[in-house]
């Protein structure tokens, strides 16, 4: 009866389902290591279907373009306006270029298109396995003697690696553009002290960095996607707490990442 009692009470079901909380938490890390050292082992044995990889590509890169270039875009208008009037005032108006084009190509550019194409792709990516996986067509997969990491997993992070940097480059360009229109149409700063400015705040290892960070985020977003779909049980339930978690763990991915790369190389 006092056992009965005690797994009744509110205090013991929030302490279980903290562990199973943790034990999801751990399980998850174990299958994310397990699979990226198995995808990595398969690319570098060149055992890659190009065709897939090229499919995979569109999606990845032209597909997620309109959205992550709105994002970007929008959030370096954001920024320029409200900062280029206050710098114009304090007679800082040279320096407006150099602040928004750091900040694009250092965080905003690539953190905004991680967090687009998380949002768009890396969700549908991880739905569409989970599917796969509780509609047992994974299995048919591994009766037909075809390795589904081989499949599934290798063409998509190939593709993530592949495509996130030309998206990184596309969509900073686009950033830096638009804080220079905001920042003309905000503070009457011109265009040419703006670029200037731009030219003279931008640094070769600025860029090489953001790269970078698009092939370890690219790589990151796409197995993430990967394995929480591969992983999924349940039915139509599975399917959405898969792409759920595919979601959020890819969000605190790429931002660890993010201020992993700000401690090596800005700290």
């Excluded at 229109?181 to 040419?192: N, P, W």
């Excluded at 030219?199 to 960095?209: A, C, S």
């Amino acid at each position: 009866m006092r056992e009965f009692t005690l797994k009744s009470t509110i205090t013991y079901k929030v302490y279980r389902q903290m562990i199973l909380q943790f034990e999801d938490f751990l399980t998850t890390i174990g299958d994310i290591v397990i699979y990226a050292k198995e995808v990595i082992s398969l690319i570098l044995k060149r055992e890659i279907n190009w065709k897939e990889v090229l499919e995979q590509c569109a999606r990845f890169g032209i597909s997620s373009l309109p959205i992550t270039l709105s994002i970007v875009g929008m959030s370096s208008v954001i920024v320029a306006m409200q900062v280029a009037g206050e710098m114009v005032k304090q007679g800082a108006g040279n320096y407006v270029g150099m602040l928004v084009a750091l900040l694009i190509v250092r965080e905003d550019g690539i953190i905004m298109s991680g967090f687009a194409i998380i949002s768009m792709i890396g969700s549908s990516i991880a739905s569409e396995i989970a599917t796969m996986r509780v509609t047992e067509q994974v299995d048919a997969i591994k009766v037909l003697k075809v390795n589904p990491i081989r499949y599934l997993f290798v063409p998509r992070v190939l593709s993530g690696v592949l495509m996130m940097p030309p998206v990184l480059v596309v969509a900073s360009v686009v950033g830096i553009v638009g804080g220079g229109i905001a920042s003309h149409l905000a503070s009457g700063l011109s265009y040419r002290a703006y670029f200037e400015s731009v030219w003279h705040g931008l640094f070769m290892k600025d860029m090489n960095v953001a790269l970078l960070k698009a092939v370890v985020f690219g790589f990151t977003i796409a197995l993430i996607s990967c394995v929480c779909g591969y992983t999924a049980k349940g039915g139509a339930r599975g399917v959405g707490e898969a792409t759920t978690k595919a979601v959020v763990w890819a969000f605190v991915g790429i931002v660890l990442w993010d201020l992993l790369f700000s401690i090596i190389f800005f700290f």
